[in-house]
């Protein structure tokens, strides 16, 4: 049985630029990119969640938390329906090392390893898409009201 996953990602942001995971969908053969983040657990507030999976995902501490806003993103990914309600929060990195590298090397909760770069929002389009939808929207809208 397909049920509805409760996620909550956050958006770290260089000058034009964002930190997101590169993936790839065999099926539909699309690079795609999102921010870090990943699953609530049971009990968890989304900001815990968020604080946690920054943790295990690249061993990092964040700070200034900020909510955006919550999508709803339904979709396929190789070949498998999905559906994702996601909390966005925009945050900042405690270790300011973090943003003078292209790259960081971290991990998925499956011990994947994973690339995370990044992206000017420039880069964003359909050709190469930045999930959950609904995102890119999200973020202009907050950068008009900042």
Same mark, same amino acid.
């Given at each position: 049985m397909s049920q509805i996953r409760a996620l909550a990602v956050c958006v770290f942001r260089r000058e034009d630029c964002i930190l997101v995971i590169e993936a790839n969908d065999q099926v539909k053969g699309e690079t795609f990119y999102r921010p870090l983040g990943g699953g609530i657990e049971f009990g968890e507030t989304s900001l815990d969640a968020v604080k946690r999976e920054i943790r295990e995902?690249?061993?990092? @501490?964040?700070?200034?938390? @900020?909510y955006l806003g919550v999508l709803e993103n339904i979709f396929t990914y190789d070949g498998e329906p999905g559906h994702e309600i996601v909390q966005i929060y925009d945050g900042r990195f405690l270790n300011d090392s973090l943003y003078l590298v292209a790259q960081i090397q971290g991990v998925e909760s499956n011990g994947v390893p994973m690339t995370v770069l990044w992206k000017p929002l420039s880069y964003f389009s359909a050709r190469h898409p930045l999930y959950p939808s609904g995102l890119m929207n999200l973020l202009q809208?907050?950068?008009h009201e900042a």
């Open positions: 995902e690249i061993g990092a @501490e964040i700070t200034d938390l @900020e809208k907050a950068r």
